[in-house]
């Protein structure tokens, strides 16, 4: 089961990559929906195809969230 929400936490503790269906989830869409932006080339930020799976930078995912790449979060 997909998480509801995601905070930036916990995206930026993914590291410098994450998979298509975590980025789904990110972004609230669909995992069938996102695959096939992935496949015709429409997926809101770049992809990386690594044979017959996709690679997402959690940098691109950042930036479209509006969030910054090089700061780190406010402590709470």
């Known amino acids: 089961m997909a998480k509801e929400t995601w905070h930036e936490g916990e995206i ?3 590291g410098a990559r ?3 269906r975590t980025a789904c989830d990110i972004l ?3 995992h069938t929906a996102g695959y096939r932006m992935a496949k015709n080339g429409t997926f809101p930020v770049p ?3 690594v044979g017959r799976s996709y690679v997402v930078p959690v940098a691109h995912l ?3 969230l509006g969030l910054s790449r ?6 709470a």
């Open 70 to 75: 090089g700061s780190e979060m406010a402590a």
């Open 62 to 64: 950042l930036d479209l």
């Open 12 to 14: 930026r503790g993914l």
């Open 47 to 49: 992809l990386i195809k």
């Open 28 to 30: 609230g869409m669909g």
């Open 18 to 20: 994450t998979d298509l």
